[in-house]
């Protein structure tokens, strides 16, 4: 995090203190949510800063706020002073008037608010909202182009690219995930087979053997591979020593994302009922709440509640919204 280094004034100082003084990775992000909301916190969220992309996204987009304060406010050398003169609605304003995608002014915003310790309506208010029906990330990563990819690393050789893309189907891994992912992190289990992930270093989180995986929250997962995949999955790593990482970089060119959304509606696919044979009164859980199973979205499409639950887990989520807005697209 260099804010600081490449912009010399003392508001970017405190930009950077405050995002550095924020970084907890390993800490459950859920769990200290919760404590900021019980002690009061208007944001619902726990403060701090769990995964490196967030790190990596938030300093990114704050260093552009600092430099913008040092052309336009270059007077102003604390974060409150900023928040109260609306310096960071009037960044953000400034991105509106250039165009800026919806998506993209709302993580700018969501960067500001977490810097200025504020919501993000107390940013800006009046920003265009984003609509699940917009998004665009990964949609235009298809089978065909996974194919050709996967075909293209193993005829030159890219093995260990090859093969982290083939794990990432079979489990649904986020990319600083499978960067980590060892063979040790599998178990299997008679006809189940699993990817463990610790979260953290906590010793209590960590199998037998197994090497810690940080995740985003710090949060432990254990996530489903359809049994379709055991005895290629079994051969992928039988080329790996046990605490071997199978590919530490994955080329940016792989999208890691879409592949993720392969997953998740392969996973979907073999455990959803047919919705006619959902009880119309049935009901499900999620996140503390009885809810009907059958889960209608803001497009008026009808999912099974239980087999999104059961999806969400494993991707490391834990509301079917996400799921079925980020991931399940490819099913509409």
Avoid at 20 to 31: P, R
Wanted: glycine content about 6%; some cysteine; aromatic content about 8%.
């Amino acid at each position: 995090m260099k804010i600081y280094d490449e912009i010399r004034t003392p508001f970017a100082k405190a930009c950077q203190d405050k995002l550095s003084s924020s970084i907890a990775k390993g800490v459950s992000k859920h769990k200290a949510r919760e404590e900021k909301i019980k002690a009061g916190s208007k944001r619902k969220s726990s403060g701090m800063l769990h995964a490196d992309r967030t790190i990596d996204g938030y300093a990114g987009k704050v260093k552009r706020y600092a430099q913008w304060m040092a052309e336009v406010h270059p007077d102003c050398r604390k974060l409150i002073v900023a928040h109260k003169r609306h310096y960071d609605r009037e960044y953000i304003q400034t991105q509106i008037d250039a165009g800026g995608k919806a998506a993209t002014i709302k993580s700018y915003t969501a960067a500001l608010a977490f810097l200025h310790s504020c919501t993000m309506n107390e940013v800006h208010a009046d920003r265009p909202m984003v609509r699940t029906q917009d998004a665009t990330r990964s949609r235009s990563y298809s089978e065909a182009t996974y194919n050709n990819q996967l075909r293209n690393r193993r005829n030159h050789g890219e093995n260990r690219v090859a093969d982290i893309m083939q794990i990432c189907r079979m489990t649904g891994l986020r990319e600083d995930e499978a960067e980590q992912v060892r063979p040790s992190n599998f178990r299997f289990e008679g006809e189940k087979t699993v990817c463990h992930l610790s979260g953290n270093n906590d010793s209590k989180n960590i199998g037998q053997g197994e090497q810690t995986v940080w995740t985003k929250g710090g949060r432990t997962r254990t996530i489903e591979i359809l049994p379709k995949y055991t005895g290629q999955l079994r051969e992928i790593l039988s080329s790996y020593q046990p605490d071997e990482k199978i590919c530490s970089k994955i080329p940016d060119r792989i999208d890691v994302h879409g592949i993720r959304s392969m997953y998740a509606c392969e996973l979907y696919q073999a455990y959803a009922r047919p919705v006619e044979e959902i009880p119309v009164k049935e009901r499900t859980v999620e996140y503390g709440k009885s809810r009907p199973s059958r889960y209608r979205d803001a497009q008026g499409m009808v999912w099974d509640r239980r087999a999104l639950l059961r999806v969400s887990a494993s991707l490391g989520h834990s509301r079917s919204s996400v799921v079925v807005a980020s991931y399940l697209w490819r099913l509409r």
